[in-house]
């Protein structure tokens, strides 16, 4: 078995790095000063993170191997979410058979609707592909009430019959767990001025965003992913060349929506609630915003967008006017009304503006996403340091 | 990668063994509830829905609330809590701790507002979440806060199931619901338009148009109404000509609109548009009923919701102590009178506060012990009881009707009778409230 390279070894270290430390990086700012605000190392937020990254890893291997932009990936995230929760209901609250159901149902789900899509390519995969998902997404809000609940949204009682659990005679609801462990036990870490929250929930998560991680660079560095870009490089002549190219298409689109699956899972695992506006086309444009917007087709980028947009939706849109009234007391009244009321436009409700301005930026001026970005600072870094060991090497020659 | 040394790796496992050795001996002592208010403030948690078809009743909801932080703080003139019957509140905060809030926006949409309110307990430690002006919303959020081990106060929900079959320890509502309203309307309606009618709902696909749909049609066909047809509208609509137009063919002569807000407001203009309200079917005028009104959303259908029959949880016009209290300071604060939904949820934050103080805790279960079963007046809706076996309020019901000349834009609609608490009232297992348990209070912790 070929085992992945060192360059690629070190971005998965990396990765387990930052994952392992997230409660620690993401609550730069003690929690008694103004800019908590700013902090986004809560257990809900940091669980977000994982599972939307996981989310963003799968839909990067059918779009940015590939290049089949599906706008229809919401779907499965609320397929497998709603199979997850129906596991909670009907065996235990052990999160493992949900999940497993999850990724089948959704990989199930995912193989019918490519199956038929995948007979076009382009635009018209697209539209299909969005079809399907507000086709899964009007269904789930009226037609399949049953097992929906509709708006209302999926959510465990008192009274399911989980067959495999203790009776339950807390008189509460029961909770999530692996084997005993509670989802949502969070162990807070009290260091001088900040709380550091560690939840076991987030690290369930992020097992999984590694492993994820994982298989999506074992799939990029394959000789299937190699057939994959070469199906986004020209498809047309690869069928000139007598291969057929839809099984690897259809694998494709069937890994990223079970990558899809999986991560509904993982949020009805979090929190046992499943909405059908989940599946909405709003929701599946917010993956392909995640994807371009941290870099299609590099491994790193998904995540790093997944993150982004998560971190505005959550952060950004809780600054209301108090609190900005509260940041700018110190200036003269008229001024400071001023100031409130120009923020206030991208901040709160909001929030949205500022994100639309940061893709339109980050787009014109940085195609490759957020992880060119990266790349341009790190060659800029690079030559300067060349220039500076240059520079070093000339005052170090000893004087003649 | 061949940087790692011995020594290097010695130091390293060095400094992480000591971080992880420091906790242990700086981690402070459990609390014996979630999110115990540390130091001399307590946060309370306002999610309310800023985006989406109910953005207006959120929007007068968060004014509500800040008077309300305002008056427990000892600002203002103190609003209703000079006419509450329980005089514990001092207006020096709650149990003398200053009260601080967070917002969020819920979106309407169940998804939204559990993250929305996971954050503000989690991250803002607010040991109270408030809120929702949808049903499906309330119930999302109040499953989370039994979960979490926070009291929920539902703010307008008025689907039979949150106090009926999703019905939560830690959750309390005190807004009436979509049985209340039928009780108190189909009186008033068999009495102005006879006993022979046929009428065709458009219903608002979720919790709250299921249950209001069926109490309705359940209480006009025990005035020997005939429900022709039941036809469900996503939330998210804006257009609904489409679904207005059958309703001519239907051989209807009543249209009941089991909508709110903005979808009320769309589909109210769009049956008169059709000229709906001219024709005479079966021999008779043809009808609108709403049966939840508010002043917000007749306001936003204008001249169409003269003559138009609804019932209210409340209305600014009422001339109780109470009611008087609360639109002069609500009046003085933003220039115009509140509305039902601004009324629901500054009375719901006086309330909570009024229970910490009376058990002396911010502790769910203590807080849930003062609230279950207590009586009390001078809140604008006269004697009222939260009863204890499914955290429901109990009071009287309005039925109002729009007004045929309203003197300004804020008087749109007039009572037309005030249905006494004893009419409205249910058994708990009632077989349309049947189907959930309460539970145990969770403080979570």
């Known amino acids: 078995m070929k085992t992945i390279s060192k360059a690629d070894m070190r971005t998965l270290f990396f990765v387990a790095i930052i994952a392992l430390f997230a409660p620690l990086i993401l609550n730069p700012f003690p929690t008694e000063s103004g800019w908590a605000q700013f902090n986004a190392g809560y257990p809900d937020l940091m669980q977000r993170f994982a599972i939307y990254g996981i989310l963003a890893i799968g839909f990067n291997i059918l779009f940015g191997l590939t290049g089949y932009l599906s706008f229809g990936h919401a779907a499965f995230l609320g397929v497998g979410s709603y199979s997850a929760v129906w596991m909670f209901k009907l065996l235990s609250m052990n999160i493992i058979p ?88 969070t162990w807070t870490m009290q260091l001088g001025a900040w709380d550091f929250q560690f939840n076991i929930g987030y690290y369930i998560c992020a097992i999984f965003l590694l492993l994820a991680f994982y298989i999506s660079i074992r799939i990029f560095r394959s000789p299937f992913g190699m057939m994959l870009r070469a199906i986004k490089t020209n498809q047309t002549r690869l069928n000139y060349t007598g291969i057929n190219t839809r099984p690897y298409t259809l694998a494709a689109f069937v890994i990223s929506g079970m990558y899809a699956g999986l991560a509904g899972g993982l949020m009805a695992s979090m929190d046992p609630l499943a909405g059908a506006e989940r599946m909405q086309w709003t929701a599946s444009g917010e993956i392909v915003l995640m994807t371009i917007l941290g870099g299609t087709g590099t491994l790193l980028g998904p995540v790093m967008g997944a993150g982004f947009i998560k971190y505005f939706e959550n952060i950004f849109s809780k600054i209301n006017d108090t609190v900005l009234h509260g940041w700018f007391s110190w200036m003269p009244d008229g001024l400071e009304n001023v100031i409130v009321w120009i923020l206030h436009l991208f901040t709160g409700k909001g929030w949205h503006l500022t994100l639309g301005i940061m893709f339109m930026m980050i787009v014109i001026f940085l195609p490759g996403g957020l992880m060119e970005g990266i790349s341009r600072i790190g060659k800029w870094w690079k030559r300067r340091n060349v220039k500076n060991d240059n520079t070093s090497h000339n005052s170090s020659t000893p004087a003649q | ?329 609500f009046g003085t604060k933003y220039g115009f009178p509140p509305s039902q939904a601004a009324h629901t949820t500054y009375v719901q934050t006086l309330l909570y506060a009024d229970a910490c103080e009376r058990s002396g805790t911010f502790n769910p279960c203590g807080v849930s012990e003062a609230l279950e079963g207590f009586k009390f007046d001078g809140m604008g809706n006269g004697p009222t009881e939260y009863r204890a076996e499914d955290h429901q309020c109990f009071k009287d019901v309005l039925v109002v009707k729009g007004k045929e000349n309203p003197t300004s834009e804020f008087d749109v609609l007039e009572v037309v009778e005030i249905t006494p608490r004893g009419q409205v009232e249910y058994p708990a297992d009632h077989p349309m409230f049947a189907g959930g348990a309460l539970g145990k209070c969770n403080p979570g912790a």
């Open chain 2, 1 to 329: 990668m061949s940087k790692f040394t011995r020594r290097g790796l010695i130091k390293t496992g060095a400094t992480v063994g000591a971080g992880l050795a420091m906790p242990t001996f700086i981690t402070s002592p459990l609390a014996a509830y979630t999110n115990a208010p540390t130091g001399g403030s307590v946060t309370l948690g306002f999610n309310v829905p800023q985006s989406g078809p109910y953005a207006d009743e959120g929007a007068d909801e968060l004014r509500a609330y800040k008077l309300a932080v305002e008056h427990l703080n000892g600002g203002g003139d103190g609003g209703m809590m000079n006419t509450f019957s329980s005089k514990s509140l001092t207006g020096n905060g709650i149990l003398g701790k200053k009260v601080e809030y967070v917002t969020g926006d819920t979106q309407t949409k169940s998804d939204a507002a559990r993250a929305s309110a996971k954050s503000m307990i989690e991250k803002d430690n607010a040991v109270m979440i408030t809120g929702g002006s949808s049903s499906g919303v309330a119930i999302a959020v109040q499953g989370l806060c039994q979960e979490a081990g926070v009291i929920f106060m539902a703010g307008l929900t008025h689907s039979n199931d949150t106090t009926g079959k999703d019905k939560k320890a830690n959750g309390f509502r005190h807004f009436f619901n979509g049985y209340m309203s039928a009780a108190a309307l189909a009186p008033v309606l068999e009495a102005r338009y006879g006993k022979d009618r046929n009428a065709y709902h458009l219903t608002a696909d979720y919790t709250w148009g299921w249950t209001q749909q069926e109490s309705i049609a359940a209480a006009t066909e025990a005035k020997g109404w005939n429900t022709v047809n039941n036809v469900l509208t996503p939330l998210a609509t804006t257009d609904f000509s489409s679904y207005v137009a059958p309703v001519l063919n239907s051989g209807a002569d009543i249209l009941v609109l089991n909508h709110y807000g903005g979808n009320m407001i769309n589909s109210l203009t769009s049956a008169v548009q059709f000229g709906l309200r001219d024709k005479i079917v079966n021999g008779k005028n043809f009808e609108i009923v709403v049966p939840l009104y508010s002043r917000l959303m007749a306001r936003g259908a204008g001249e169409n919701v003269k003559g138009i029959f609804g019932s209210t949880n409340w209305h600014w016009s009422l001339s109780d102590e109470g009611s008087k209290a609360f639109v002069k300071s």
């Open chain 1, 98 to 185: 949900a999940l497993i159901l999850s990724v089948i149902v959704a990989g199930l789900f995912s193989l019918l609707i490519g199956f038929i899509s995948l007979r076009r390519s382009g635009i018209y995969f697209s539209i299909l592909t969005l079809a399907f998902a507000q086709m899964s997404f009007a269904l789930a809000y009226s037609v399949l009430t049953p097992l929906t609940n509709g708006e209302t949204g999926l959510q465990i009682t008192l009274n399911d019959p989980r067959i495999f659990a203790a009776e339950n005679i807390s008189g509460n609801l029961p909770v999530t767990s692996l084997f005993g462990m509670e989802m949502r036990d």
